[in-house]
């Protein structure tokens, strides 16, 4: 059994009135709250603490 919360199943909305039914699912199993287990090939997803990640930039290829 898996605990979900709205940051692992919710996705924006792209129009108004519409239904979204989740059909994929990739799991991460290394990747946790405070530790990022991105791709090293990923060069914005190279984080070993929080001072290494601008707070509000996103890693454009990466999770």
Not at 6 to 19: L, M
Not at 20 to 26: A, E, K, L, R, S
């Amino acid at each position: 059994p898996y605990l979900w919360s709205a940051e692992d199943y919710v996705i924006p909305p792209n129009g108004e009135q519409v239904f979204f039914i989740v059909t994929n699912y990739i799991e991460t199993p290394n990747q946790r709250l405070g530790f990022c287990a991105e791709s090293f090939k990923i060069p914005d997803g190279r984080c070993q603490s929080d001072n290494d990640c601008l707070e509000g930039e996103s890693v454009t290829a990466g999770n």
